[in-house]
């Protein structure tokens, strides 16, 4: 599929059939991530990848859970975290709500450990783009999930064995995957004339 | 150009050829950078566009200025910054060399309003992933500059008036563009063994 194409044909997809992704195709996604560029070439992006319906559903409902708490303490966790301070803490919230992988056959998550680098966030960021668009090109849905990051909050021991995330390890970014069961309309997009201030 | 050639492909470039990038090829990249899902559709990504030569070239001491001083205090830094604390920290400073931007032609610069969502950070650099990958696909050449978010900091007012940059704006990501007087070899991989873990 054409670069262009995929960037424009990707969707977030909601609504997965059920049949597993091959690992194959998995290994194909990953691979793309590994090709982002990192601050220094550090590649410090590790990924869990979660195909287990069971333990997916469990995250599901952990994440749920968590988000409930973070809501109740959202003027609490402002404190620490800027993102949740103003109208972007207080619009986010309103959009938690249970089943929030869509059940999904795959979760595949990026992290690195805290602190290894200065930019690891953001790598973790430009290698998730990068599998949201292999997968689209290989036939597979994704759908990034924020949310995905209470699970570093998580204390839920048996649950986080069960990842097997390395000690000081940090979930950065998220998408699931599977084969859509649906192709969603794309949401209008802002324009180059609104979104851009040119220095010439 | 096929996906996942233009995601192989990428190289971060830091030579270039003296030759301005027609403005219709940047908007093309931004286009691509617009099309990049965002946290509840929340399309809060703007793009600077910096095509002056003088002026890059004023960013680029600004951004050596700042990354000395905040080597000199980074201990200091590292209180409010976790990416600062650790190895990562120390590394990172090492790397901070003058003619950070290579006298690229052109800088992108990917940012929000500071918490106008929750997920804006992320937001930034999946824009910017895609906006690389159609940059190459068009023949033109890329590098991530982590280092660009040292503006946020800068206290140089003429500067930041001819960035016309809104109050409250932050810059979350960038890469400097132009056609690449280079193709260098890409550095070895990490491979899906070395970095997956499978919870099946």
Chains 1, 2 share one sequence.
Not at 32 to 45: K, T
Not at 137 to 146: Q, V
Request: aromatic letters at 8%; hydrophobic letters at 40%; a positive charge.
């Amino acid at each position: 599929m054409e670069v262009f194409e995929a960037i424009k044909g990707r969707r977030s997809i909601r609504k997965y059939l059920d049949k597993p992704v091959e690992r194959e195709k998995i290994e194909q996604v990953i691979e793309a991530g590994l090709w982002a560029p990192s601050g220094q070439n550090n590649q410090p992006v590790r990924f869990i990848v979660v195909t287990d319906r069971g333990l997916i559903d469990e995250i599901d409902a952990e994440i749920y859970a968590i988000g409930k708490v973070f809501k109740r303490i959202r003027l609490f966790i402002a404190l620490f975290g800027k993102e949740m301070r103003g109208e972007g803490g207080r619009r986010v919230f309103k959009s938690l709500h249970e089943n929030g992988l869509y059940k999904a056959p795959v979760i595949i998550m990026a992290g690195a450990q805290r602190r290894s680098s200065a930019t690891y966030m953001k790598d973790c960021s430009l290698a998730t783009q990068n599998m949201m668009l292999a997968a689209h090109a290989l036939g597979l849905g994704t759908c990034y999930i924020g949310w995905m990051r209470l699970l570093n909050h998580s204390f839920n021991r048996e649950l986080l064995r069960r990842l097997s995330l390395p000690k000081g390890f940090e979930i950065c970014d998220a998408a699931i995957l599977g084969y859509p069961a649906s192709s969603p309309q794309p949401p209008k997009r802002k324009t180059v004339e609104e979104t851009v201030t040119w220095v010439q």
